[in-house]
């Protein structure tokens, strides 16, 4: 019998998944359980399979559905099952048997064990390292009552502890909701959740409900099922993520915007910039890609609401050729559907953009699309909140845009991100001498000296053009200022 080594543990082989759990413990029992559909058969699959090919014998015991559904299942991901030997434990024959079901003999303690004894014989020709069962449901009908399925359970757990067998068990959850036999009984515990909103497809995620002496990631995270199996994205955890950097400022190409902001944008900060829609919240963000493009940097946008076709064609009006940055993999570009795109899932590119494609300006447009794929505003705050903070520890410039209500006046963003960011940019349309206009300003800066001024801007076929401080004018931020001077001392654009 080979010893096991207490440092060994069985892999998922699921990208996410390992990180979260650190795999199993070697001749362990452990529960995984989730409603019907979650993706526990898809799971437990894809562990077996990482286990044949690392040379381990594996058995899949299937008490809830035929061989031949399995093996479709596992079709539609196109695995072969090569390695992962696969026994559907069908009630005995004389158990089916007209007359034995008619019998006032017939007990369930017979079902039971001729069940306990066909998987054991089962485990014996063949020996396995890895070993899933699906289902429990199956088990504590056959068992009826609480005490004789615990007691199973704890024979089962025993026999392949013995053995060194690392076991994986399934469970629907269609018991009472107060049943928790397994939790006590299992080394760990893994529970898998499928969330319906009210609006696009459904949305699944997985905790670890308990892993005794092991170290583990907390909390939800979320997953996909996708042909080819199964992807866990681990919640984000900035403080894992530290770098060393020269938080020095990058200036943009235009002197006026840089003056503004008091001398551009430190690597490692955040930018939010606030506006009602059409104050060329997207477009300010240009100026800043364009620039890092010029240092011979990578940026990387993510664009909740407007489809990229139109904003192309918006920045080719600009002179800025996005399909050609992207064409040239010095953008990343991405169209991002918040109702079909899970938060972690979307965190998960964000890292990507960073690590693998080394994009060190990344865009955010906007926080509004981004709400969408939120529960709640809370949850919203706290991923924002850990999304920046690993931005800002790796050394990349992060934009983010807000859309406020309303045109001019009194205005109000969906939720207030304001104290996440390291430096604010508030744009306004204001009317002055029978012309509407935009304003920008720098109403908050953490890392450096800024214009307390505020200044119209332009956008037109030469870019976005700034002008001089507006100084005859009071009540600009309101929408409806006041002219205090003679107009030539507006700094008025040409």
């Known amino acids: ?6 440092a060994e543990f069985a892999l998922f082989g699921i990208k996410g998944l390992d990180e979260v759990t650190k795999g199993l413990a070697r001749a362990r029992l452990f529960l995984l359980e989730g ?4 993706g526990k058969t898809t799971i437990a699959t894809q562990w077996l399979m990482a286990g044949a090919e690392a040379g381990e014998r594996c058995l899949y015991v299937t008490l809830s559905e035929t061989d031949v559904e399995f093996r479709a299942g596992a079709a539609s991901h196109g695995w072969s099952m090569e390695g992962v ?8 024959e004389s158990l089916l048997d007209e007359d034995q079901q008619q019998s006032l003999l017939y007990s369930s303690d017979l079902e039971l064990g001729e069940t306990t004894k066909r998987i054991f014989q089962k485990f014996e020709a063949l020996k396995p390292t890895r070993i899933v069962i699906d289902s429990l449901s199956e088990i504590r009908l056959l068992a009826q009552s ?20 690392t076991v994986l068990m399934l469970d629907d959850m269609t018991a009472e909701a107060n049943d928790r036999t397994m939790h006590s009984i299992a080394h760990g515990v ?17 905790r670890v409900v308990k892993y005794r002496g092991q170290k583990y990631r907390g909390g939800y995270h979320d997953f996909v099922i996708d042909t080819g199996g199964v992807r866990v994205f681990p919640r984000l955890v900035s403080a894992e993520h530290r770098t060393h950097f020269s938080r020095e ?3 943009t190409l235009s002197a006026e915007l840089d003056a503004l902001l008091g001398g551009g944008v430190e690597r490692g900060s955040s930018v939010l910039i606030l506006g009602p829609s059409g104050t060329g919240k ?7 890609v364009v620039a890092a493009i010029a240092r011979g940097e990578r940026a990387a946008m993510f664009v909740f609401d407007e489809e990229l076709g139109l904003l192309f064609d918006r920045a080719l009006g600009l002179g800025i050729d996005l399909q050609a940055l992207a064409d040239s993999k010095q953008l990343i570009i991405e169209q991002v559907d918040a109702a079909e795109l899970s938060p972690g899932e979307f965190s998960e590119r964000v890292r990507t953009s960073v690590e693998v494609e080394k994009a060190s300006t990344v865009v955010i447009d906007s926080l509004n699309g981004y709400q969408a794929a939120m529960p709640a505003e809370q949850a919203l705050v706290l991923h924002m909140h850990e999304l920046l903070q690993y931005l800002n520890r790796q050394g990349v410039s992060t934009f983010l845009t807000v859309a406020q209500h309303g045109l001019v006046g009194d205005m109000k963003a969906p939720v207030d991100v304001t104290y996440l960011a390291d430096t604010v940019i508030l744009l306004r349309y204001f009317e002055a001498l029978g012309r509407v206009r935009r304003a920008i300003s720098v109403i908050k800066k953490r890392t450096s ?41 507006t700094h008025e654009l040409p």
Do not use: C, W
């Open 1 to 6: 019998m080979r010893v096991t080594d207490p």
């Open 35 to 38: 409603s019907p559909g979650t």
């Open 85 to 92: 030997e696969i026994f559907e434990l069908i009630p005995p």
């Open 146 to 165: 609480s005490l004789r399925y615990r007691r199973q359970i704890l024979a089962l757990k025993h026999y392949f502890a013995r053995h060194n067998a």
């Open 190 to 206: 893994f529970r898998l959740e499928e969330l319906s909103p009210d609006y696009g497809s459904e949305r699944r995620r997985m």
């Open 249 to 251: 400022p990058v200036p």
């Open 282 to 288: 997207s477009l300010i963000t240009l100026t800043f």
């Open 449 to 489: 000296a800024h214009e307390d001024t505020i200044r119209e801007f332009r956008i037109d076929q030469r870019g976005v053009t700034l002008g001089k401080p507006l100084i005859g004018f009071q009540g600009v931020l309101r929408g409806v200022p006041t002219l205090v001077s003679n107009p030539q001392s």
